[in-house]
C-alpha cells in the first residue's frame, strides 16, 4: 500500500479540507480502478479501451454495477479463497431477474459449468458462462445470512468482520432501488458443492488459485456481487481472499455461438431473448 | 398432570386439480397435505404472516439441514435462517426443493412454443399472492411436495416418475403464524403429476381456543 502523508491540521475548514483532499491518490489491493482503462494488466486480445470495469472486491466486501448487452465479465480468484455470491437482474426491467430453479431444471443440472445460462424467470438468458477454469461453484445453498455467521463467526453484521452475503445483498440491491423482496436465492462461484443420490450436500472447496469465470451478458444487466465465504465452509475462521472483477465491450452471443445451440432448452431461451430484444428495438 | 387438548379441525378443503389455494396457518396449527390421487406435485411458498417479506428460502432450508430432500424434521426456513414451518409427519419420504414452479415461460424452454398458453404453477401463485398483496417479486424458489427430482453424481436432474401414492400426506407444524400459498400444479408435460392432475386435501387443525 501507498498512502499519502502529508500532515495537515484538521482543526479548520481549509485544513479539514487539505487533509482529505491529501488522501486521494492512495493504494490498497482491493478498489475500484477508474477509470477501468488503466487497469494495468488487461487480458490478452483485449484492448483497455474496451475495459469497462476493473475492481479488486475485498473479503467481505461488495460490489455492483450495471453492464450493457454483450458485456463480457471476468471473475478472478487471485489467491483462491475468493467466493463471489452473484444475482443478475434484467436493467431495463428489474422484476426480470435470475431464477435459479429454472436454470438448473430447464438445463437438466443441478451444476454451474462451461456453456451453461443463467435463465430469467422470464425464460430468457441473462448471461452465458463462456469460460470456466475453477468448475467449483454452487446453485443451491444461497449465501451466508446475519444469524448465520453471528453463530459461525460471532458477528454478520456489516459492520463487522465478518458480514453475511444477504446483508451486503440487500445494500448493493439497494442502491438500484429493490428491496428485500428483490432478492431471490443466488448462485456462487469459486467454492465447489455437490449433492449425493442421497441429497446430502458436501462442501467441495476451492479449485485454487489464479482461476476465472467467463460470463457474457445477453441482455442489459443489473450484477450484483458478495464475496463472502460460502455458507457451507467449514473453516471456524472467517475465510475470503480478494476478488478481481474485470469487465469489457465485447458482442453478445449469436445463433453461430457455442452456447446458443448447447441444447435445445437453451436455443429457445436465446431465441426468446432475441424475440424480446428485436420486438423491444434492442437488437 | 397433563391436560390434552384434542386439536380442533379449523379448515378441510379440497383443492381442485389445477387451482390455486392459500390460507394462515396460526403458530402451533398444523397443516396436513393428502396427496389423494398420488404423485401429484404440490408447489408450495410459505411467508411470515407479519411480515410477507420473510419468506420461505430453499436456499436457507437446504443449506441448513446439509441435503436437498425434505422430510420428517426439516425444518422451513426463511432466507434469514429463522424457522417458518417444521415437517412433523411424512408418510412419502422425500420432497423437492430445487425445480421450483413451472411456468409459461419456463415450459417453452422445456417443451416448446406450443405449450405456451398451457396453464401453470407461477399463474396460480400469482393470482392466489394478489389476494394477498403479494406480487412476482415475492415469488422464489418452492416446494415442490410429492415431486421427485433426484441428482446424478454428474450434476444431471430432472422430474422423475414419483414415489408418491393416493393417501400418502406430509403434516406442518407452524412456527410461527404463516400464510401458506400453493399451487396444485397443472402441469401435463412431465410424470410431476403422473400426467393427470387430480386434488389434494388440506386440514389445518389447531389447538388454540379448543378448550
Known amino acids: 500500500m501507498t498512502r499519502n502523508t502529508a500532515v495537515t491540521s484538521t482543526d479548520t475548514t481549509y485544513g479539514a479540507r487539505d487533509h482529505a483532499r491529501a488522501q486521494a491518490g492512495t493504494v490498497v489491493e482491493t478498489m475500484p480502478t477508474i477509470p477501468a482503462g488503466t487497469w494495468p494488466d488487461p487480458p490478452p486480445g483485449v484492448d483497455r479501451e474496451r475495459l469497462i470495469w476493473a475492481e479488486t472486491v475485498a473479503g467481505g466486501g461488495y460490489t455492483h454495477k450495471v453492464l450493457a448487452r454483450g458485456s463480457e465479465l471476468r471473475l478472478t480468484d487471485p489467491h483462491g479463497d475468493a467466493c463471489a455470491h452473484l444475482l443478475l437482474y434484467h436493467a431495463d426491467a428489474p422484476w426480470e431477474r435470475l431464477n435459479v430453479a429454472d436454470t438448473v431444471k430447464v438445463q437438466w443440472n443441478a451444476y454451474l459449468g462451461p456453456s451453461r445460462a443463467l435463465l430469467s424467470d422470464q425464460a430468457r438468458v441473462l448471461a452465458t458462462i463462456v469460460a470456466d477454469e475453477s468448475g467449483h461453484h454452487d446453485a443451491l445453498c444461497g449465501t451466508s445470512t446475519l444469524a448465520g455467521n453471528t453463530e459461525r463467526y460471532g458477528d454478520g453484521s456489516p459492520q463487522g468482520p465478518s458480514p453475511a452475503g444477504l446483508s451486503l445483498f440487500t445494500l448493493a440491491a439497494a442502491k438500484h432501488g429493490l428491496g428485500p423482496r428483490d432478492l431471490p436465492p443466488s448462485l456462487s462461484l469459486f467454492q465447489g458443492v455437490r449433492a449425493s443420490p442421497e441429497g446430502d450436500l458436501e462442501f467441495t472447496g476451492s479449485a485454487g488459485p489464479g482461476r476465472s469465470v467467463l460470463l457474457r451478458t445477453e441482455l442489459p444487466v443489473i450484477v450484483l456481487i458478495a464475496n463472502v465465504p460460502h455458507p457451507l465452509d467449514p473453516r471456524p475462521d472467517y475465510t475470503v481472499s480478494p476478488l478481481q472483477v474485470l469487465a469489457w465491450r465485447a458482442t453478445p452471443s449469436t445463433p453461430d455461438s457455442p452456447e446458443w445451440t448447447s441444447t435445445p432448452e437453451i436455443q429457445r431461451a436465446f431465441e426468446n431473448t432475441a424475440d424480446y430484444l428485436t420486438a423491444r428495438g434492442i437488437a | ?211
Open chain 2, 1 to 211: 398432570m397433563t391436560t390434552l387438548i384434542e386439536p380442533r379441525t379449523v379448515l378441510d378443503v379440497e383443492v381442485p386439480a389445477r387451482a390455486p389455494f392459500s390460507t394462515i396457518v396460526h403458530k402451533g396449527a398444523q397443516l396436513t397435505i393428502t396427496d389423494l390421487g398420488g404423485n401429484q406435485a404440490v408447489d408450495f411458498l410459505a411467508y411470515a404472516a407479519a411480515d410477507t417479506s420473510r419468506r420461505y428460502s430453499a436456499a436457507a432450508t437446504i443449506a441448513a439441514q446439509r441435503n436437498i430432500f425434505l422430510t420428517t424434521g426439516s425444518v422451513l426456513r426463511t432466507g434469514e435462517g429463522d424457522p417458518l414451518m417444521t415437517v412433523v409427519a411424512d408418510t412419502c419420504g422425500r420432497h423437492d426443493t430445487l425445480g421450483g414452479a413451472c411456468s409459461k415461460e419456463s415450459n417453452t424452454l422445456r417443451y416448446g412454443q406450443h405449450t405456451r398458453y398451457q396453464h401453470a404453477c407461477v399463474e396460480n401463485f400469482l393470482i392466489e399472492g394478489a389476494r394477498w398483496g403479494l406480487g412476482k417479486r415475492d415469488l422464489v424458489s418452492n416446494i415442490n411436495w410429492y415431486m421427485n427430482v433426484p441428482v446424478e453424481a454428474d450434476g444431471t436432474l430432472g422430474i422423475v416418475d414419483g414415489i408418491s401414492a393416493p393417501g400418502l400426506m406430509v403434516r406442518l407444524r407452524a412456527e410461527t403464524d404463516v400464510l401458506v400459498l400453493v399451487s396444485n400444479c397443472p402441469q401435463l408435460n412431465n410424470p410431476c403429476n403422473g400426467f393427470d392432475p387430480t386434488p389434494v386435501r388440506m386440514v389445518v387443525t389447531d389447538t388454540a381456543g379448543a378448550a
